[in-house]
């Protein structure tokens, strides 16, 4: 029955999609790209990036940068379904840390580009080419109670991607630490090859880094019963590039400095986003998603 209806579900979303794309005259990519972006502004405040999506060209034109129409953020109450625009200059992200109410103003912190030539740069002939890899730094985004125009300041001179936060006790409030890979201030153009723990309230940032080695995501898990925002450890999954294997690494996120690690004998392939479960997720009940992006 629950196929059944899985089915049905499936054939109306198919159907709507297609009287769109035949009352629109646009392509099937567009349609979804348009759709899936109304949902998102439906729900949350949201970035509307200047670019425009098309499966009309070849795979690796389907973007294109403009950055003269510049960002507009979407502000939706949630309380009262009103609504608010406010302008930028361009930018271009994959991924936002937190966002959160303090007085009468909201702050969004995302990691953030000056243009989008990061997507071409991680291209595999590009990165085999060695070229260089582009930092996102990590900015707050100011939208006023009172004006239309979005200002940021810069949180840090770390450089920050595959952010992640406590979800538990720091998602959408005033929150204080950022964790993320990065780039070793001296090789700002090789492929993140460090962990990055910010204090956004200091303004201050703790690194961990070995030679040859290049971590994946930083997904902060809490101690059990924790009362700190920090109380707990960072998992990172980490290429050692000279050994030619991987191993998972395990910080105390306090001190940012290593617990333990777990070898492999081989290496495992890049990923963008991992999460957490313990026993008890996995034994039957649905696992708790802390956060993805
Ligand atoms: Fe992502």
């Known amino acids: 029955m629950a196929i059944l209806k899985h089915l049905l579900l499936s054939l ?65 109450n949630k309380r009262d379904g009103s609504v608010r625009s406010y302008s930028s200059e361009a930018f271009f992200a994959f991924h936002h840390v937190n966002a959160f109410e303090k007085g009468s103003d909201i702050f969004v912190d995302i990691a953030s580009y000056t243009d989008s030539s990061i997507i071409e740069a991680l291209y595999f002939q590009r990165l085999r080419a060695g070229d260089p890899v582009h930092r996102a730094e990590l900015r707050r985004y100011r939208l006023p109670a009172n004006g239309a125009t979005a200002d940021y300041e810069l949180l840090t001179t770390e450089s920050i991607e595959l952010p992640r936060i406590n979800y538990r006790l720091s998602n959408a409030r005033d929150y204080r630490y950022a964790y993320g890979i990065g780039n070793r201030p001296d090789r700002p153009a090789d492929f993140p090859d460090q962990l990055v ?7 201050s940032a703790k690194v961990w880094w070995q030679e040859n080695c290049y971590p994946g995501e930083p997904v902060f898990v809490p101690a059990p019963h924790s009362a700190a925002e920090d109380d707990g450890v960072v998992l990172s999954v980490v290429l050692d590039a000279a050994k030619g294997n991987s191993f998972l690494l395990v910080l105390d996120a306090a001190s940012f400095t290593e617990v ?11 990923g963008f986003h991992g999460q957490f479960f313990t026993d008890q997720n996995l034994g039957g009940a649905s696992p708790a998603l802390q956060g993805w992006g």
């Open 12 to 76: 109306r979303a198919f159907l709507r999609l297609k009287v769109y794309r035949l009352r629109t005259g646009i392509g099937w990519y567009e349609a979804k790209a348009m759709i899936f972006w109304d949902a998102v502004r439906a729900y949350l405040t949201q970035l509307s990036p200047p670019m425009n999506l098309s499966q009309r060209r070849k795979s690796d034109e389907n973007y294109q940068w403009q950055p003269g129409r510049g960002i507009r953020f979407i502000l939706v």
């Open 197 to 203: 723990k910010v204090d956004v309230h200091e303004r």
């Open 260 to 270: 333990a690690r777990a070898e492999v004998p081989h290496h495992i392939p890049f």
